[in-house]
């Protein structure tokens, strides 16, 4: 007997007919955006129909958020040691390894302070009162005590130091965390042949948490339908224009960086058409945005970027490899951004120093967010934390992150891309004659 049912039925006129998938496999056979959108649409309508009745199903999304909270910890520790010892050895830390990290910080960089810049001129949350909301009374004791006492710069590098590892993954103090998951994955490199079952495990924990993640997300249309009606039934129609403006300016941002910093990097330090070079990743882009998954488009990036630009396959293989699990600066521009608005939505002053802390853990956190689709939102508690923003802030922007992730993972890959081509061409790794030719087939 075969061990596989057939995957058709056929009637007694010899016509073929398909089983019924049934209501879960109706369900899952929509693609996730698809379904998060519906939630958010839906969502707000039956939160403006119901008015503030529509607390009564912030469980939902409360739920949800929580379930983001508890990916935090074991997320960053695992994708930001094995983005470390991915580069496999320190002797790859050469003309071409030197050079990506170099391009993928500075971008980092230069995008959060775009979104903080953005979030500055444009206050999105300055005209939204967030007093009707059912808030975390902690949250906001915290916020109002970090913004009295301040926090000097001593204070901020002794707080990057873990005093107990153990300690700082139970408190979830994300910064200590990463500087610890850095080490642990410098030491896997310097431990060479040694090190290679300890990062046998932490793949397989990055692996096995992106798994985790995804199922998390599945959630995601649930929460976003809740939150968006609790958001829409208790503060009305000017919630949803702040998240409005959001939107636009988290676009803005993204066409900012693909259109001045990359298509500059190709212009001014790679020296080739800006026009080939958007060409020749146009699959990329296209897969990117419908997928909101480096890791899922990391495939066609290599392929336009190997077949379409020219580059070598060892430059492209390493470095949009590395850069599809630390470049995310469309996620740093956008963690800059959300964390003035929750800071203006809720009162919070942020200092100068504020404003630098921000700028390292939006680089940070972007390096430790995977790949897949909602990574952003779990690199909010790490930024949000730290400058004292309160939490709830993720339950106002979680029924539009899907919207913006899209636009976020674009810029992402295009700066995989962008950064590949500038570094092969700088060490001579490019064919810039198949480049042109590829691009005008």
């Known amino acids: 007997m075969s ?18 998938r049934g209501l879960f496999g109706s369900w899952f056979a929509i693609s996730l955006w698809q379904r998060v959108i519906a939630a958010l649409i839906l969502g707000i309508i039956v939160g403006y129909v119901w008015g503030p009745g529509a607390e009564s199903i912030k469980i939902v999304g409360d739920v949800f958020i929580a379930f983001i909270k508890m990916l935090v910890v074991p997320l960053i520790f695992f994708s930001l040691v094995a983005g470390v010892a991915s580069i496999g050895d320190l002797k790859k ?32 949350g300055s005209g939204l009162d967030a007093s009707g909301m059912d808030l975390d009374a902690a949250a906001l004791e ?16 002794l707080e ?3 005093s107990s590892p153990v300690q700082v993954m139970a408190d979830v103090n994300v910064l200590p965390l990463i500087i610890f998951s850095l080490l642990i994955g410098i030491g896997i490199l310097m431990a060479k042949e040694e090190g290679e079952p300890v990062l046998k495990i932490f793949d397989s924990g990055s692996i096995v948490m992106q798994k985790v993640t995804m199922i998390v997300m599945e959630l995601t249309p649930f929460g976003v339908f809740a939150l968006m009606a609790w958001v829409a039934g208790t503060l009305g129609i000017e919630a949803l224009q702040a998240l409005g403006i959001v939107v636009i300016l988290n676009y803005v941002g993204c066409f900012l960086i693909i259109g001045l910093i990359y298509a500059g990097m190709i212009k001014f330090i790679a020296r080739l058409p800006v026009i080939d070079f958007f060409r020749g990743i146009v699959d990329a882009i296209a897969v990117s945005y419908s997928t909101a998954s480096s890791n899922a ?12 630009l020219g580059v070598s396959n060892s430059v492209a293989s390493f470095v949009v490899s590395l850069g599809a699990t630390i470049n995310m600066n469309g996620t740093a521009m956008y963690l800059g951004l959300a964390t003035l608005f929750g800071a203006q939505v809720f009162g919070v002053d942020l200092s100068w120093g504020d404003y630098v802390m921000i700028s ?15 990574a952003g939102l779990i690199m909010m508690v790490l930024v949000f934390g730290a400058v004292g923003v309160p939490l709830e802030t993720i339950a106002l922007v979680a029924g539009i992150d899907r919207i913006m992730d899209m636009m976020r993972t674009t810029t992402n890959v295009s700066g995989d891309a962008a950064v590949a081509t500038t570094v092969a061409a700088l060490t001579g790794e490019i064919d810039r004659a198949e480049m042109i030719s590829a691009d005008d087939v």
Do not use: Y
């Not at 039925?9 to 016509?15: E, Q, R």
């Not at 993928?104 to 302070?113: E, I, N, S, Y």
């Not at 915290?142 to 590098?157: D, F, L, Y």
């Not at 488009?297 to 379409?308: I, K």
């Open 297 to 308: 488009t990391l495939p066609v990036t290599l392929r336009c970027v190997r077949r379409n």
């Open 142 to 157: 915290r916020a109002q005590e970090r913004q009295e006492t301040g926090v000097t710069i001593q204070q901020m590098i």
């Open 3 to 20: 061990d596989t049912a057939p995957p058709t039925s056929t009637a007694a006129d010899g016509t073929a007919h398909k089983p019924k």
């Open 93 to 124: 830390l050469g003309s071409v390894g030197w050079r990506a990290l170099l391009l993928f910080v500075v971008t980092g960089q230069m995008a959060v302070w775009l979104g903080l810049a953005l979030g500055t001129l444009v206050q999105p």
């Open 360 to 374: 390292v853990l939006g680089t940070l956190g972007a390096i430790g967010a995977a790949g897949i689709p909602g």
């Open 160 to 162: 990057m130091v873990p």
